[in-house]
Every structure is written in structure tokens, then in C-alpha cells.
């Protein structure tokens, strides 16, 4: 094609490239640029823009894509984090701990078109404290970054993410390596938990934790300890309609988390508190923001 119009395609394909890349794996970053107040309007505006999904809010969904990409963190190896956004390549795109999080890197794609001098995973991360306070949780302190890797860059090893089928010892070993005790891994398990729901088709379990799946609060501690949980692998309240993970119910089977459901059920300021601090620090891990 030797004819201006094919000169024209070529340099629009290039612009594009350029902008936004091929695979969202090149990037303009230039995190002085970003209006942070601008994509937090954006993203508020995608939280709420389809309520025909699940419960009417895309919140959890972003919630659960921001802790996945920073939860392949190892304090041992230094590797896995918040930094790079491997979750856009393989083989951690098709974790199937990361089953539908395809939908969330998706609608992530359109704010990230928005403003291309944001790297992915500031605006991951961005995007889940902001759905954590648009629900009503506590207010999350988060500072931009973080880069971008690009595809072929090293990655953490799949497998990293913890198992809900598991208990105590699985709990441990994956909120220890990432450098958590005992108190933020309970804050960050059940404040995660009060929120969304549970697919078949993307985890085998399915259903809310609590009733009020868009908002954030100390509710699942609340109903850990007072309903009655029945099943395996997957626990049911007395009206079937509320689900337990094993990992959930771990929390009440070990006195050492006990003790902090108890708390947290008690005192929602304190809660608010504990998981605020424990998520921003996640948010940071494996970055060198500090
Ligand atoms: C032992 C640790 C954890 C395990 C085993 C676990 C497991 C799971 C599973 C199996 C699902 C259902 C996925 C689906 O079917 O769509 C889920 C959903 C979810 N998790 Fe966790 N999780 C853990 C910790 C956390 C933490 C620390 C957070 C955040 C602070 C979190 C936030 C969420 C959210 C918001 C959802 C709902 C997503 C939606 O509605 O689409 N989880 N988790």
C-alpha cells in the first residue's frame, strides 16, 4: 500500500502504539502528570456503572484485583509485589487464582487509556482504595510510584496466592511471607470478605459473606461468630444464602486470630484502623515508594 491513505493508517498505528502499546505492555509514565483527583472522579464513575453485575457495583471486583497483584509478594526473594503489573501477562493472567479478574484489568483498561501517563499498577492499586472508601470504609492513605514491567520481564512464580479450601498453616505461611501478623492478617482476610461475592465459575465457591456485599464494614467478624456455619468445603449459614471459606472459618478455629475476630466484631473504629494501615502497606510491597 503506497498511497497516502496507507501513510496516514501507518502513523495512526504507530501513534497508538506508542500511546498505549501492544498488549498495554509499553506506556507513557509520567506520575507528575497525573490528575489523581481525575481518575478517582473515573473511577467512581466505573464502580457504579453497571448495576445489572452482581450487586450493583464493580467495587469488590477492584478491590480483589489490587490485593492479587500485590499478594505475590516474598519478603525472602524480594520479588512478586505491587510493582510491575505482571498480571497482564502470562502465565499470572491465567492463574486460576486470578479467575475473572480478566473483567477487572478490562474495565482498568479504559481509565488507563484515560490517563497513559499513570503506569497499571498505580492505578490498580489506586482503584482498590478507592472502592474501599466509596463503599464506607475507612480512608486509605496511598502515594503513587510504581512502574510497569513489560512482558518477558521477570515475574513472580504462579501459585503464590493463598487457597481457600486451606487452613491455618496455608494462612500463615502466605500473610508471613508477605510480612504480615497475625492481627493484620484477620483485618485484611474478613475487611476483604465483608465485600462481593463468590463465583463457581471462577473459584468453585459461590455466594456473599454477608448481606450487605457493597459495603464495607466489621460485618463478617460479626457473622463468623455468631451464625452457625455448616459444610465443607464450602460453609453455609442457617439461611444457606452466606458462604464461609475454610480459610474464614480458620480464623475462628485458632485462638491466636480468635482473639482479633473478637476485637474487630466489637470495635469497628479499631478495625478501620488496623485493616487502613494493613492495606496501604500492601498496597507498597515489593515497590520502592518508601
Ligand atoms: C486466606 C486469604 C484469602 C483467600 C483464600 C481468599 C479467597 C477468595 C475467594 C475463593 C474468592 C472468591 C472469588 C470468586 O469466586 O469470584 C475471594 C473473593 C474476594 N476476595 Fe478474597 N481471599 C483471601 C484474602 C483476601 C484479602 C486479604 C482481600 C482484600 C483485603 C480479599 C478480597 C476479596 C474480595 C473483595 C472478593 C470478592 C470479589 C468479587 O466480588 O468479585 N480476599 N477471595
Known amino acids: ?80 509485589g505491587s510493582d510491575g503489573a505482571t498480571m497482564r501477562f502470562k502465565p499470572e493472567c491465567s492463574d486460576d487464582a486470578n479467575n475473572g479478574l480478566d473483567i477487572a484489568r478490562s474495565l482498568m483498561e479504559g481509565i488507563r487509556k484515560k490517563h497513559p501517563e499513570a503506569s497499571y499498577t498505580d492505578l490498580w492499586t489506586y482503584a482498590g482504595g478507592v472502592a474501599i472508601e466509596e463503599m464506607g470504609g475507612p480512608e486509605i492513605s496511598w502515594r503513587p510510584g510504581r512502574t510497569d514491567s513489560k512482558s518477558g520481564d521477570t515475574y513472580p512464580p504462579v501459585g503464590r496466592l493463598p487457597d481457600g479450601a486451606r487452613g491455618e498453616d496455608h494462612i500463615r505461611a502466605v500473610f508471613y511471607r508477605l510480612g504480615f501478623g497475625d492481627e493484620e492478617i484477620v483485618a485484611l482476610i474478613g475487611g476483604g470478605h465483608a465485600l462481593g461475592r463468590c463465583h463457581n465459575e471462577r473459584s468453585g465457591f459461590h455466594g456473599p459473606w454477608t448481606f450487605a456485599p457493597t459495603t464495607f464494614s466489621n460485618e463478617f467478624f460479626r457473622l463468623l461468630l455468631e451464625e452457625k456455619w455448616n459444610g465443607n468445603p464450602q460453609f453455609e449459614d442457617s439461611t444457606g444464602e452466606l458462604v464461609m471459606l ?43 515508594i518508601k
Open 1 to 80: 500500500m503506497g498511497t497516502a491513505a496507507g501513510i496516514i493508517l501507518w502513523k495512526t498505528s504507530v501513534k497508538a502504539h506508542a500511546l498505549f502499546g501492544i498488549d498495554g505492555n509499553e506506556s507513557i509514565q509520567k506520575p507528575e502528570d497525573v490528575k489523581w483527583e481525575d481518575v478517582r472522579k473515573d473511577i467512581v464513575t466505573l464502580i457504579e456503572s453497571n448495576s445489572d453485575y452482581d450487586d450493583g457495583s464493580y467495587g469488590p471486583l477492584l478491590v480483589r484485583l489490587a490485593w492479587h497483584q500485590c499478594g505475590t509478594y516474598c519478603q525472602y526473594y524480594k520479588d512478586g
Open 246 to 288: 475454610p480459610t474464614d472459618i480458620a480464623l475462628i478455629q485458632t485462638p491466636d486470630f480468635k482473639k482479633f475476630v473478637v476485637k474487630f466484631a466489637k470495635d469497628e473504629a479499631y478495625f478501620f484502623q488496623v485493616f487502613s494501615k494493613a492495606w496501604t502497606e500492601l498496597m507498597e510491597l515489593g515497590t520502592n
